[in-house]
């Protein structure tokens, strides 16, 4: 069974940095698309960024572009997430994803799913 683990989160300020970590175990790594998926209260589960299984294509939303890169090892099956310039409105649970298939930007596209870490950005 695949499993997905985040960690990383926590509490910053405006224009700080966080960088999260999923951590795969349960299958091999680089069969898989990835993808960082964040929501806030109230809001729709939206992506954020997402890698091929290779690094090969990368994938941001316009909101997070040029201040979140994506990046994976596969040597060590994991996927980052490297958030800086941080705003108020990052803050969510952000998730990591699996998809066997192509990558993608849609949440239905991903067949599993880590527990969460919570972002908190204050202003």
């Known amino acids: 069974q695949v499993q997905l683990v985040e960690s990383g989160g926590g509490l910053v300020r405006a224009g700080g940095s966080l960088r999260l970590s999923c951590v795969v175990s349960?299958?091999?790594?680089?069969?898989?698309?990835m993808g960082w998926f964040r929501q806030a209260p109230g809001k729709e589960r939206e992506f954020v960024a997402g890698?091929?299984?290779?690094?090969?294509?990368?994938k941001y939303a316009d909101s997070v572009k040029g201040r979140f890169p994506i990046s994976r090892d596969n040597g060590k099956n994991t996927l980052f997430l490297q958030m800086n310039s941080l705003k108020p409105e990052d803050t969510a649970v952000y998730y990591c994803?699996?998809?066997?298939?192509?990558?993608?930007?849609?949440?239905?596209?991903?067949?599993?799913w880590g527990q969460g870490t919570q972002v908190t950005v204050s202003s």
């Open positions: 994803a699996a998809c066997v298939s192509v990558l993608s930007t849609s949440p239905t596209s991903y067949e599993y």
């Open positions: 349960g299958d091999t790594f680089s069969k898989y698309a």
């Open positions: 890698i091929s299984w290779n690094g090969g294509i990368k």
